[in-house]
Structure formats: structure tokens, C-alpha cells
């Protein structure tokens, strides 16, 4: 037998029980590893889903939460605006159902003179209702004051008022009311021009005509009367009851002043502004 002077280098193998344990152990970590990253995938797709989760719920909350009476939306067509009214009306305070009531007025103008009915909320309605209220208050004061302003710089008196005959084609009838007007300056100014406004009335004060504006010049020193003769011509289908000596009403009283100096009391264009607003179209 040949004696073995060296030998190779032994490579131990595995044990077969240690083989199991180490691939147990590596499967596990995978299915560990796996179960990490599909939670962490959930935790992903909550996050992105959460705000449109908190979205749906508003949206259902709001759709099925109660509308209130301000929150409605007045019918277009008339028929049904006014049952609207009826049925909405005792949900309101007795303020914003007058508020209310005046605008739908407004609107029924509007609609009448064939312009289109805008789409309004009720509470739209009413705000809108009290701002143009507001807005109206403040013109007339404006209106008021210059007004005031004027008759206490400017006296007017009207005098010797006759129905008498007109040169041909001056008037329908061939007659005119000729009246007197005479203008006292009251204030410490010179006044260099100015505008009246004229009404005629009859016996139950109802109009028979009226001059928005009659503008005179001057100058007028203070303390100075002016004279001005003016004539109304008569048409028989508005003024039949003067052409035949019926009694009528002369009124004037200045809405202009303009001074030498070139201050101005000006009431006419407020109450244009007033007008303007009136007839302002709602949108």
C-alpha cells in the first residue's frame, strides 16, 4: 500500500438541518420585507385618497343639508316667482320681506319693458334691494340740500298769470298761459345765471304741466329782482281746462344757481342722478 504523504484541503458540506434553518429564515425575511412594502403601498394610496375622501363627504353633507329661504334661487318666469314669494315669505324677518317685495317690484319693471330677469339668490336679492335703498337715501339728502341751498339764495314769485291769445303756430290751440316771474337775489353774491323748475297744477294739485328747467340768466347783484315774462302754449288735448279759464296753479323754485365767482348750487343734476338710478337696469 502506497503511504499518503499529503493530502487535499477537506470542504465541509452543509448539514442538512442548517441548510432548512437558513432558508427559513431567508423567506421569512421576505415575506416580511413583502408585507412592509404593500403596507407601506396602503399607507401611500390613503394619504392620496384621504383629501378626496373628505372632499366626498362635504359634498354629500352639503347636498343633504337643509337649504335655507336665503339660499334659494328666485324662479325666472313670473307665475312662479310670485308662488315662490308666497311660500318663502313667512321664512323671512318682516325687514327682508319688505326688501324683498321692493326689488321683485323692480324687477317686474324691468321684466315689463321686455329686458331680461337675472338669476338671483334670495339673499342676493335682499342685499341688493338694501344697497340700492342706501344709495337712493343718500341722492335725496344730496337732493334736499341743494334744494334748500337754492331757495335761500333765489326768491321766486309768480304774477300776473292770463290765458291769452299766441302769434299762429306758437301752440296747437292758438293760446298760450303768459305768466310773470319775478327773481330776488337773497344772497351777498352776484348771480350770473340760474334754472327754475315750473309746475302747473290744477285745483286738486294734479299736474297739467311741468318745466324741468328754465334757465334764465342774469346778473342779479344781491338784493336785485329780476322780471322774466314767459308763455306756455296751450295744446287741447292736456290743457283743454285752461284754454277755457279753468283755474291753474303756477309753482316755481330754482334748482341751479351759478355764481360770479364760480360756485355752483347745482340740485338739477342730482335729481337726473336720481332718475338715472330709478330706471338703472338690474343685472
Known sequence: MKPILSAGRHRPGSHPLEATTVLNQYQRARRHERARGARARRKTIAL?????AVAAVVVV???LRPTGPGE?????DAKAR????????????????????RFLARLQTQESAGAAVPKLTVADAIERQRAYDREVGEAQKRIRERLEAAKSALGVTVREQAVVKSDPGKSASDRSLRYVLE???RDKRTVDAFGL?????????KYVAAIPTLELKGP???????RSVQ???LDPRYHQSIIEGGAVQINAYPTQVSYADGEKIDAESELKRLVSLAHAKIE
Not at 82 to 95: A, C
Open 61 to 63: 353633507v352639503l347636498l
Open 82 to 101: 310670485s308662488e315662490f314669494v308666497d311660500t318663502q315669505g313667512s321664512k323671512l324677518s318682516e325687514d327682508e320681506r319688505r326688501l324683498l317685495g
Open 183 to 185: 327773481i330776488a337775489n
Open 231 to 233: 308763455m306756455l302754449p
Open 197 to 205: 323748475r315750473v309746475e302747473f297744477r290744477d285745483p286738486s294739485r
Open 220 to 226: 342779479l347783484t344781491p338784493g336785485e329782482t329780476g
Open 48 to 52: 392620496a385618497l384621504a383629501p378626496l
Open 72 to 76: 334659494r334661487t328666485i324662479p325666472l
